[in-house]
């Protein structure tokens, strides 16, 4: 074999080790949207089993998972940029699974605000050290692909969620209670939450079988010093201002919509959580993957054409894309109307996500990409989650009358979160095409 065949020989398997791990991290990621998910679907029943508020459940979705989610990534991911990532995710997986199974024995809004804080500490391990392996792995041309292609496992996890969820709501409801072996019969959302838990055990042993790629040139054994990593955000602020403005922004509007639309559903028109979670569940499922994938796609394809700020261009696009059907779909007079500017927004929306990550990934140095993956979920997390779940019912409290009836401040955040999400990315084209730039000369 000559030496050029042994370079492409080379190169193929690489590739091929990409897509393996690719795989993997996808399924993790999945089982991460549906393990942090399946709460939206069981609002009434927890509510009601606990004597909670809307304020408190929304709490339970947001803040609870965040606060150890957003800050831990960083150190986790500075842990990343240092030593073995598939480590690091494999125990992640398994802890949080472990968390989530714990959430079915909560007896108090304590114990169960607990648990979702150790469900957020163990995913804190996923993206950091996935997106740090992805962007070694794949050449930079295919990053906002391959990312593209990770965060289908926000729409694939947050639609199997509200599928399988719902039908086990639904399920348990009829019969009043469900079967866990070894443990008895248990209330409809306890048991949920422990049948979703035993995936994690598959998913850990899978990541044992991805072969980790060598750290591109410019890494230090060492890694990166933290106040290094914020000096090179200081240095290129408008840049990243940009992309977190314009990620956060997006995030509270969709962490907002995965939160609540199940329960708009229901409260409005009188719908099953089955009823409600098969309708988003195929419409996220579906056309929230399609738009994830078409995100990524575009921007690749702008980026093979030279546009050097392909990424947070896209980003700005998709927001304004998302303003009317974020405006119109909660406050829809049918069900049908609802649901077909939901699937409009649910198309358009999820395409930022991996493009924003590209952006990320491509500002930034390789020494210090998975501690900047975490900076980067550190803002959208801590302010885009806690904010997104909780928002709602405050808006609809301060300016509905607090009825409950959430369609218009779901409106309210959609449509303001999208206006100045595209105008956050607009802001910082030119100096993303700079950054990004500066970094790949090295």
Same mark, same amino acid.
């Given at each position: 074999?000559?030496?050029?065949?042994?370079v492409?020989a080379?190169?193929?398997t690489?590739?091929?080790?990409?897509h !393996?791990?690719?795989?993997?991290?996808?399924?993790? %990621?999945?089982?991460?949207f549906v393990?942090r998910q399946?709460?939206s679907?069981?609002?009434?029943?927890?509510?009601q089993?606990l004597g909670l508020s809307?304020?408190?459940?929304?709490?339970?979705?947001?803040? &609870?998972f965040?606060?150890l989610y957003?800050?831990?990534?960083?150190?986790i +991911?500075m842990l990343a940029?240092?030593i073995?990532?598939?480590r690091?995710?494999a125990?992640?997986? =398994?802890f949080?699974?472990?968390?989530?199974?714990?959430c079915?024995?909560a007896?108090?809004?304590?114990?169960?605000? &607990?648990?979702?804080?150790?469900?957020?500490?163990g995913?804190?391990?996923?993206s950091?050290?996935a997106h740090?392996w992805?962007?070694?792995?794949?050449?930079?041309a295919?990053?906002?692909?391959?990312?593209?292609?990770?965060?289908?496992?926000?729409?694939i996890?947050?639609g199997?969620?509200?599928?399988?969820?719902?039908?086990?709501v639904?399920?348990?409801?009829?019969? +009043?209670?469900?079967?866990?072996?070894?443990?008895?019969?248990?209330p409809t959302?306890?048991?949920?939450?422990i049948?979703v &838990?035993?995936?994690?055990l598959?998913v850990?042993?899978?990541?044992?079988?991805?072969r980790?790629?060598?750290?591109?040139?410019?890494w230090?054994?060492? /890694?990166?010093?933290?106040?290094?990593?914020?000096?090179h955000?200081?240095a290129?602020?408008?840049t990243?201002?940009?992309?977190?403005?314009?990620?956060?922004?997006l995030?509270i509007m969709g962490?907002?919509?995965?939160a609540?639309?199940p329960?708009?559903?229901?409260?409005?028109f009188?719908?099953?959580? /089955?009823?409600?979670?098969?309708?988003?569940?195929?419409? %996220?499922? !579906?056309l929230?993957?399609?738009?994830? =994938?078409?995100?990524g796609f575009?921007?690749?394809?702008?980026?093979?054409?030279?546009?050097?700020?392909?990424?947070l261009r896209?980003?700005?696009i998709?927001?304004?894309?998302?303003?009317?059907?974020a405006?119109?779909?909660?406050?829809?007079?049918?069900?049908?109307?609802?649901l077909?500017?939901f699937?409009l927004?649910?198309?358009?929306?999820n395409?930022?996500?991996?493009?924003?990550?590209?952006a990320?990934?491509?500002?930034t140095?390789?020494s210090?990409?998975a501690?900047?993956?975490?900076?980067?979920?550190?803002?959208?997390s801590l302010?885009?989650?806690s904010?997104?779940t909780?928002?709602?019912p405050?808006?609809?409290?301060?300016?509905?009358?607090?009825e409950g009836?959430?369609?218009?401040?779901?409106?309210t955040?959609?449509?303001?979160?999208s206006?100045f999400?595209?105008?956050a990315a607009?802001?910082g084209l030119?100096s993303y095409a700079?950054?990004?730039?500066?970094?790949?000369?090295?």
């Amino acid at each position: 074999m000559s030496s050029e065949e042994s370079v492409e020989a080379g190169g193929r398997t690489s590739l091929r080790r990409a897509h !393996v791990a690719l795989g993997i991290f996808l399924l993790a %990621y999945i089982l991460s949207f549906v393990d942090r998910q399946i709460l939206s679907l069981m609002v009434e029943p927890i509510k009601q089993d606990l004597g909670l508020s809307d304020l408190q459940v929304g709490l339970l979705q947001g803040l &609870a998972f965040a606060m150890l989610y957003a800050v831990v990534g960083i150190p986790i +991911g500075m842990l990343a940029d240092r030593i073995s990532r598939r480590r690091i995710i494999a125990v992640g997986v =398994l802890f949080w699974s472990a968390c989530t199974a714990l959430c079915g024995f909560a007896g108090s809004y304590a114990h169960l605000f &607990a648990a979702r804080m150790g469900v957020g500490l163990g995913e804190a391990s996923l993206s950091p050290s996935a997106h740090s392996w992805l962007s070694d792995a794949y050449p930079p041309a295919q990053l906002s692909r391959a990312m593209a292609i990770y965060n289908l496992g926000i729409t694939i996890g947050g639609g199997l969620a509200l599928l399988v969820g719902g039908a086990v709501v639904d399920m348990v409801a009829e019969q +009043g209670a469900l079967m866990v072996p070894g443990v008895g019969p248990m209330p409809t959302w306890r048991a949920a939450f422990i049948l979703v &838990a035993l995936p994690g055990l598959v998913v850990t042993a899978l990541v044992f079988l991805a072969r980790e790629p060598a750290r591109r040139a410019g890494w230090a054994s060492a /890694g990166m010093p933290l106040r290094a990593a914020l000096s090179h955000l200081r240095a290129h602020w408008r840049t990243f201002a940009a992309i977190y403005g314009n990620s956060t922004l997006l995030g509270i509007m969709g962490y907002g919509l995965m939160a609540w639309y199940p329960t708009l559903l229901i409260r409005t028109f009188g719908m099953t959580p /089955g009823q409600a979670s098969l309708r988003l569940g195929l419409i %996220y499922l !579906v056309l929230g993957s399609l738009g994830s =994938l078409a995100g990524g796609f575009a921007a690749e394809r702008l980026s093979l054409k030279g546009v050097r700020d392909a990424n947070l261009r896209m980003t700005m696009i998709l927001a304004f894309l998302c303003l009317v059907p974020a405006a119109l779909a909660p406050i829809m007079p049918s069900v049908t109307l609802l649901l077909l500017f939901f699937s409009l927004l649910t198309f358009c929306f999820n395409g930022y996500f991996g493009c924003s990550l590209a952006a990320i990934q491509l500002a930034t140095p390789p020494s210090m990409r998975a501690t900047g993956a975490a900076l980067f979920l550190l803002a959208n997390s801590l302010v885009g989650l806690s904010l997104g779940t909780a928002i709602v019912p405050l808006i609809d409290s301060a300016l509905f009358g607090g009825e409950g009836q959430i369609g218009p401040a779901l409106a309210t955040v959609g449509f303001c979160a999208s206006l100045f999400a595209a105008l956050a990315a607009w802001s910082g084209l030119r100096s993303y095409a700079v950054t990004s730039e500066a970094v790949a000369r090295g």
